[in-house]
């Protein structure tokens, strides 16, 4: 079955810098879009960034130019370099799937989450 396993998350300060991977297993990785999305205390989840199979990506305006989605499909493992850290990025951020790998909603799989904390 779909199985997404975040980690990377920890804490902190402002400016500084993290690197989220998530280890994909039970389908075929290459041929899926994949998403990043995050969910702060309070607020509903946000989509963060996404990259389709063929390496095509997007970003919410809020994280564009500081964070940075790839993939390694070689290794079946999906990334998120965050740079230049806010406080307001701090959130739960998780992995997803679509039901179809072809499409960009029906967000049906997700990982565990892995927490992202940064001090002002």
């Known amino acids: 079955q779909v199985q997404l396993v975040e980690s990377g998350g920890g804490s902190v300060q402002a400016g500084g810098s993290l690197k989220l991977s998530c280890a994909a297993s039970?389908?075929?990785?290459?041929?899926?879009?994949m998403f990043w999305y995050r969910q702060a205390p309070g607020k509903e989840r946000e989509l963060v960034s996404t990259?389709?199979?063929?390496?095509?990506?997007t970003y919410a305006d809020s994280v564009k130019d500081r964070f940075t989605i790839s993939r390694d499909n070689a290794k079946n493992t999906l990334y998120l370099q965050m740079n230049g850290l806010k406080a307001e990025d701090t959130a739960v951020y998780y992995c997803?799937?679509?039901?179809?790998?072809?499409?960009?909603?029906?967000?049906?799989?997700w990982g565990q989450g892995t927490q992202v904390t940064v001090s002002s």
């Open positions: 997803a799937r679509a039901r179809f790998c072809g499409v960009t909603s029906d967000i049906t799989y």
């Open positions: 990259i389709s199979p063929d390496g095509t990506k």
């Open positions: 039970g389908f075929t990785f290459s041929r899926c879009r």
